[in-house]
């Protein structure tokens, strides 16, 4: 059944309706680059971009990459508030997690020196370290010298610990002849150290070997040498294997150091970047001098 409607009905509903006009809303402003940089981002651009950080995962890798020519997404870190880049540095810069081996370049800088140590002579079971404990920073940059971390090569990586005299010219701790004679090393402990990850005190990540138990038999003027191995190879297709021999890619010396009677050491005090490698999981310990007789 049909309904007709009368005239005062459809004038009611008229004025009912311009009592409360819809409104319009003004169309969406696309975010701009001069709108991020200078700091006043408009309220959608702001939200925008903070939903899509908060998708799973999302706003972690953010933080902790770098951009780079690999994979980087300059338009998303464009529309960024300009605090969120300020609180939130990048942590360790990486061009490429798949960098070649045969192109890239490997420094080494001792970033806390060895200061004095105790000869243990002929008591072998009461050596004591050298303080503070060798720590030694890795850079690999790749052909265009960028810094890389290839982590596909760091289980391979392995720095060596040799014994100088004072000049840093002759070696001291050359292991016998094949027949077994020569002198006994005078360079004791754990000699060789594997790549660990830790961040520094300005809390930027980087690759370091640790030395904590290293012993010297008999007092004098000393230097240590550190050398990096690779103990794998490269073939020409980019596979790589473990190598029958390690080969050197770096080397560098400490600076002089003495090693004293017993009667007259006292370890050096635990610095903080040995107290911070404790507190992120080193293997490594702070040693007081205990009181002498």
Known sequence: MQIERDASDIEYESVALSRFPTRRLPPLKSPSVSESSSGHSSPQSVYSSASFFSSKGSTTSS???????????PHFSSILPESYSRNHPPRIQISSLLSDPRTLSYYLEVVQQPQRAAEFANYPLSRLPVTPPIIVRLDIQDASGNPVVPEAELPFLIAHLSLYNENGVERLDRSPTQGGFGPPPTLYGNLVSSVEQLEDLQGNRGLFFLFPDVSIQWRGRYQLGITLLRISSVSPSGIMGLAQHGQALAETK??????????????AQPTRLTQSFVRQGARMFTFVSPPHP
Request: charged content about 15%.
């Open 63 to 73: 933080r902790s990459s770098p951009p780079s020519n690999h994979g980087s997404f």
């Open 254 to 267: 400490t600076r002089v150091f003495e090693v004293l009677p017993r009667h007259q050491y006292s370890a």
